[in-house]
């Protein structure tokens, strides 16, 4: 930035450009290592849903005394009371899949039938794993 006495001080429209590259580089260097920690935090963040989702089953299932069940498939976690309605429904995007292989039950005593449920992203993976006393814990997959 010089005042050669043509008038103001100013950058040229060259150096701009150069900064402007320098920039772009940068972001292009640095935008897949940031994006890349999205999915596992993704995943991480449903499987916490997950997790207080079975919490709230099971004492839906000692409020009401009747058993509730819940299944995942696909892209939601669904759960319903033993007559099939549905209690509650969450949705699940961002290319995660979920999986159950079975419905887990909570019975009216608080306790469950026991299961997993897994959340599968292309980066990580995490199982929620509901124990027979109906209390859930988040392991990550290997």
């Known amino acids: 930035m010089s ?15 150069v900064v402007l590259a320098i920039i772009s580089a940068a972001s292009a260097i640095a935008l897949p290592a940031v994006s890349s920690g ?5 995943a991480r ?8 989702a079975m919490m709230d089953a099971r004492e839906k299932a000692m409020r009401s005394r009747s058993v509730i069940y819940a ?18 429904e969450l949705p699940f ?5 979920l999986d159950s292989g079975r419905a887990i039950s909570f019975s009216p ?9 897994k959340v599968l992203s292309d980066k990580a993976g995490y199982s929620v794993v509901v124990t027979a006393s ?8 290997k």
């Open 3 to 17: 005042d050669t006495g043509r008038g103001l001080a100013g950058y040229t429209l060259f150096e701009l450009l």
């Open 38 to 42: 999205f999915g596992s935090l993704n």
């Open 45 to 52: 963040s449903a499987a916490l849903r997950i997790s207080a």
């Open 71 to 88: 299944e995942a498939s696909g892209k939601a976690l669904v759960i319903r009371t033993a007559e099939g309605r549905v209690v509650k």
């Open 93 to 97: 995007s961002g290319g995660l899949t």
């Open 109 to 117: 005593g608080g306790f469950s039938s026991g299961g997993e449920i």
């Open 134 to 141: 109906g209390r859930p814990r988040i392991e990550a997959v």
